[in-house]
T-cell receptor
Framework: DTAVSQTPKYLVTQMGNDKSIKCEQNLGHDTMYWYKQDSKKFLKIMFSYNNKELIINETVPNRFSPKSPDKAHLNLHINSLELGDSAVYFC????????????FGPGTRLLVL | SQKIEQNSEALNIQEGKTATLTCNYTNYSPAYLQWYRQDPGRGPVFLLLIRENEKEKRKERLKVTFDTTLKQSLFHITASQPADSATYLCSRGGDGSGNTGKLIFGQGTTLQVKP
């Protein structure tokens, strides 16, 4: 069974479009995260939710909006996609709020043309 | 601001040797450091966590150290195997005063173990 799953795995879209990425974890964790990994491989946290409550909101454009319908799911919606949004987006989860021992999903490779 | 610096150059070693990867941090010591492994096209996988008050931690062939004087963590893989070839990410967590803060990742060091 996949612990942290993301859909879609690949996403190719045109500039200006709106797209969503979905994430689900079956580990029973309280906290979920979205990370962006750019072409230089830096992994940067974007958002973190604990029990559906937003606890980390990094400086990302407000075109990015996370949504957590329940503690097992954390989705990411991106409006008006730009070329610079092209990256790999990872979802992760962990128990508690300490950010220790995170379990990552397989990533969603987003390419904006 | 807090940073994590890892050698961006790939590390090439011969099978059976010990691989040593370096992670340097800036400013105050984090509450803990974590090491993750990332294979191409996949998400990072947690390996080890070491806290500020721990000098060393081991797990099978892996060993991590935390030196608050040098502001450095070393990650060792003994008896390395070609299957250990991957990118290894170091991250710092906590702000040193008990708060959780946010995880900051280094760029990662790619290890290539040759048979």
């Amino acid at each position: 069974d996949t612990a942290v799953s993301q859909t879609p795995k690949y996403l190719v879209t045109q500039m200006g479009n709106d797209k969503s990425i979905k994430c689900e974890q079956n580990l029973g964790h309280d906290t979920m995260y979205w990370y962006k990994q750019d072409s230089k491989k830096f992994l940067k946290i974007m958002f973190s939710y604990n029990n559906k409550e937003l606890i980390i909101n990094e400086t990302v454009p407000n075109r990015f909006s996370p949504k957590s319908p329940d503690k097992a799911h954390l989705n990411l919606h991106i409006n008006s996609l730009e070329l610079g949004d092209s990256a790999v987006y990872f979802c992760a989860s962990s128990q508690g709020q300490t950010q220790e021992t995170q379990y990552f999903g397989p990533g969603t490779r987003l390419l904006v043309l | 601001s807090q940073k994590i610096e890892q050698n961006s150059e790939a590390l090439n070693i011969q099978e059976g040797k010990t691989a040593t990867l370096t992670c340097n941090y800036t400013n105050y010591s984090p509450a803990y450091l974590q090491w993750y492994r990332q294979d191409p096209g996949r998400g990072p996988v947690f390996l080890l966590l070491i806290r500020e008050n721990e000098k060393e931690k081991r797990k099978e062939r892996l060993k991590v150290t935390f030196d608050t004087t040098l502001k450095q963590s070393l990650f060792h893989i003994t008896a390395s195997q070609p299957a250990d070839s991957a990118t290894y990410l170091c991250s710092r967590g906590g702000d040193g005063s008990g708060n959780t803060g946010k995880l900051i990742f280094g760029q990662g060091t790619t290890l290539q173990v040759k048979p």
